[in-house]
Each structure stands twice: as C-alpha cells, then as structure tokens.
C-alpha cells in the first residue's frame, strides 16, 4: 500500500511539474510559439527530432516549438491529466489505439480539408491512411507517419544450440520450438509481453488461429469466444505454466523483453522493427535475424500492424502553424530520417521497400509484406473505450489468466463481452445496425459458449 501511494505521488507531482510548464508556455503570450508533446520519447529520437524542429524554425523566422517528451509507461495517464487540466498542447504525437477517445471528445482537429490541399500525401501507403481514418466517415484527425507491423525475431546461437534447424513455420511449430529451446539450462523459448502493449499479440492469436482478419463475426460477435480461439489460449497459458516464457515476464513490456533477448534469456521476440535498433547496440549482427509470424490452421497469418501519426488539438490557437509543422516533419526527406531511428515502417511506399528490401534482420518483414499468406491485422481501434480495455483491462485480465486466479473461458468472456457491446455500440451510431439483431441473449449465448 505505501508502494502505491509513493508512486501516485510522484505521477502527481510529475504532472504538476508538465502542467506548471505548460502554463508558463502559455502565458508568454507569444502566438507563434508550438507546443509539441511526444509521447514515445528516447534520447536519440528526441534529438532527432528537436534537430528536425529547429529546421522547421530557421524556415518560418519566428515561430519557435517547444517539446514535452513523455515517457511511454506513463505517457497515457500523463496526457489525459494535462487535457483535463486544460493544458492542453498544439500538437500531439497520436497512437492509433488512443484516437478514438480523442475524437469522440471533440478534442483533435479535423486535418482532412488541410491534406487535401497538401502535395505531402502524393505517395502516401494509400492502406495506412485508409486505416488512419478509423472507419469514419466525417474526417481524418490523425495523420499517420509509419506503422509497427510485427514480426519475430529470433536468437540464432540459441536455436543452434537446441538443435533447431528449421524455422517455426506454424503455430504448432512455435510451440514445439518453444518447448525445445527451454530444455536449455536458463532458457527460454518465447520473451512473452505481459504488460503494457501486450495485447496486440493476443489480437493476433485469435485472428490467425480463426482464420480470419476480421475482429467479428457475422453475427457481430467478437471472435475470442471461438472454440479455436478459446483452445489457442489454453496453450498460452499451458507454455507459461511449463516454464516456456520467463516467469517474471508476465509483468515486461517493451524495453524488458528486447533486454530479455539480447541478454539470451528467451530465444524468440514478437516485436515491431524498432526493437532492431536496441539489439543492434547489444549483439553480433550474425546471431540474430527475424522470420514472419507463424502461420494458423487455415494456413495464414495476421500480424498486427499499429500506426502513429500527428494530431492537433482543435482548442490551439496556432493551428496553421500547427498544420505547417506536420508538412514539415512528414516531408519525404525527415519521415525517412525518423523511421530509421525510430524503427518504423515509413508513411512513404517506395522508402520502405528500400528499407525492408534486404538482409536477414528484416526478412521477417518482408517475408510479410510481399507474401499474400501474411496479412496486415489492425486492431479495432475505431470502437470508444478501447484506449482504456487494450491498456488495463486486457492486460490485467490476461495476467490473472496466467497465473490461474481466473479461468481462460472466464477471460474469454470479459474479453468478448466489452468487445461485443463496443462494436454493437459502434454500429448503432453508423445507423447501419437494428437492435432486433442483435439482444441481451446474443451476449449471454456468447458468454455461453465460451464456457
């Protein structure tokens, strides 16, 4: 308990301290001065991009830029308490699962009329900006910059030393792989993602054990209470329980399962490009490359692809500038420069297939984006409250799935159950859906069946 309490304390006063800043920021007065808040800061990137601004203020003589880098663990929570203090910035970097809260809010900017009038979209991945509009029909509020599409990465000293010569092509194959690197003294098979921003592969799972991308369906049912879903799952929880993942890596999120790879603790890493940049400071170029994610029971595979991009708050005095810093930093020159060192996949076509072109690092990738077997799978971030469900309520629930104080059929309901009633929702406010189709003992049939 008093654990809890120092750490609300020091969220507190490190929200004081942004808020103060903030305050002081505006009540300079000055009408050209930006405030930008990144939310996935590191020094490298950081610098990268106070160096990218700096060009942006040298090119428009007066107006200035100030940053609010927020660290990404605590970036959601940071946020919301600055907006709801009503400081509130004049651009923000938007991950795609946050944007929807945003919008329905009322809070972010309308930039459709602004890209229409742009030559910055000309070559544009015309399915990254299809996915950056949410499935809304009234407007585009966030601007995509690249993507993370997922892939797995693996230890080739490890497989080597188990014996492994052949790549897990299948879901199976990954299991017993798995299975056989853990044999090793202090190894492990899989760097599991419990925490924060674990959810993605769980989306994955169910997609690519049903064979469909589709997160519903036809009945407007969320997929998690499929019967290959729900066996998927049980193996989960089964390879956790077997010593396949390490024990404390229900509680790792990003930086922890790239350290728990390049310290050759696990032999296999579900994670987007940017984890390449880590491993490359910490390995031997040759003992590590990527492979596509493992293929499903109907023989494909969807891994997640997650978008970020830039948004601007409808309540910025400075929204012209606003706008005229995001041509800036989308320009074909700095996007290329920012994911290389951020490790994304660019909003640009032709600059990713330079980059992802060549090399075991990124065959994985590759692997992905040039065989229709492998599909991109984005999760249902159009849908209100999955900001909140993807961050806390999936998360926590699929820790107590695996260390055994809640069932896998009970998690499968939590699961389906929100997922069901946000797409009923979502659908009845496209006033494209009748209730008569779909009831309260649609639900309960589902939650049903999943037991």
């Given at each position: 308990m008093k654990n809890k309490l120092i750490i609300i304390f020091i969220l507190l006063m490190s929200i004081l301290i942004i808020s103060w800043n903030v305050i002081k920021f505006n009540?300079?007065?000055?009408?050209?001065?930006?405030?930008?808040?990144?939310?996935?800061?590191?020094?490298?990137?950081?610098?990268?991009?106070?160096?990218?601004?700096?060009?942006?203020?040298?090119?428009?003589?007066?107006?200035?830029?100030?940053v609010i880098s927020l660290p990404w663990g605590q970036a959601y929570e940071k946020l919301s308490m600055m907006v709801r203090g009503g400081t509130v910035p004049d651009v923000i970097e938007m991950p795609d699962f946050w944007a929807s809260r945003y919008i329905k809010s009322g809070l972010l900017e309308n930039l459709q009329p602004s890209l229409d009038?742009?030559?910055?979209?000309?070559?544009?991945?015309?399915?990254?900006?299809?996915?950056?509009?949410?499935?809304?029909?009234?407007?585009?509020?966030?601007?995509?910059?690249?993507?993370?599409?997922?892939?797995?990465?693996?230890?080739?000293?490890?497989?080597a030393a188990a014996g492994i010569k052949t790549l897990p092509l299948t879901f199976d194959d990954f299991v017993a792989v798995s299975a056989k690197i853990s044999q090793l003294?202090?190894?492990?098979?899989?760097?599991?993602?419990?925490?924060?921003?674990?959810?993605?592969?769980?989306?994955?799972?169910?997609?690519?054990?049903?064979?469909?991308?589709?997160?519903?369906?036809?009945?407007?049912?969320?997929?998690?209470?499929?019967?290959?879903?729900?066996?998927?799952?049980?193996?989960?929880?089964?390879?956790?329980?077997?010593?396949?993942?390490?024990?404390?890596s229900i509680n790792w999120g990003f930086n922890e399962t790239v350290a728990g790879f390049y310290a050759n603790r696990c032999a296999m890493l579900h994670q987007s490009p940017d984890a390449l940049l880590a491993l490359k400071k910490r390995m031997n170029d040759e003992d590590y490359a990527s492979m596509p994610m493992p293929l499903g029971p109907a023989g494909k595979s969807f891994p997640h692809l997650g978008f970020i991009g830039w948004s601007v708050f409808k309540q910025?005095?400075?929204?012209?500038?606003?706008?005229?810093?995001?041509?800036?930093?989308?320009?074909?020159?700095?996007?290329?420069?920012?994911?290389?060192?951020?490790?994304?996949?660019?909003?640009?076509?032709?600059?990713?297939?330079?980059?992802?072109?060549?090399g075991e690092h990124n065959r994985g990738w590759y692997k992905e984006i040039a065989d229709d077997r492998w599909q991109y799978m984005i999760n249902p971030n159009y849908l209100d409250g999955i900001d909140y469900f993807d961050s806390v309520v999936m998360i926590q629930s699929a820790q107590e799935m695996l260390l055994g104080s809640k069932t896998v059929e009970e998690v499968v309901a939590i699961w389906s159950e929100?997922?069901?009633?946000?797409?009923?929702?979502?659908?009845?406010?496209?006033?494209?859906?009748h209730e008569k189709e779909f009831s309260d003992n649609h639900l309960r049939e589902s939650r049903n069946g999943s037991r």
């Open positions: 009540q300079n007065g000055n009408s050209n001065k930006l405030l930008l808040v990144e939310v996935i800061s590191s020094p490298h990137r950081s610098k990268l991009l106070r160096q990218q601004l700096n060009e942006f203020e040298r090119k428009h003589d007066g107006v200035q830029v100030e009038a742009s030559l910055v979209k000309s070559d544009f991945s015309k399915e990254l900006l299809k996915y950056a509009y949410l499935k809304r029909q009234d407007g585009l509020y966030v601007i995509p910059y690249g993507s993370y599409l997922r892939a797995l990465i693996y230890n080739k000293k490890l497989f003294p202090n190894k492990y098979g899989f760097c599991f993602h419990g925490a924060r921003g674990g959810a993605v592969f769980f989306y994955w799972l169910a997609t690519t054990m049903n064979g469909s991308v589709e997160h519903f369906d036809a009945s407007h049912q969320s997929i998690f209470s499929k019967p290959k879903v729900i066996q998927a799952l049980r193996i989960i929880k089964q390879m956790y329980e077997k010593g396949y993942f390490p024990r404390d910025s005095m400075h929204r012209k500038n606003a706008w005229l810093l995001l041509e800036h930093l989308l320009s074909k020159k700095n996007n290329r420069a920012w994911s290389i060192q951020a490790g994304i996949v660019p909003v640009y076509q032709d600059v990713a297939r330079h980059i992802f072109s060549s929100f997922l069901t009633r946000a797409e009923h929702n979502w659908l009845k406010q496209q006033n494209n859906f």
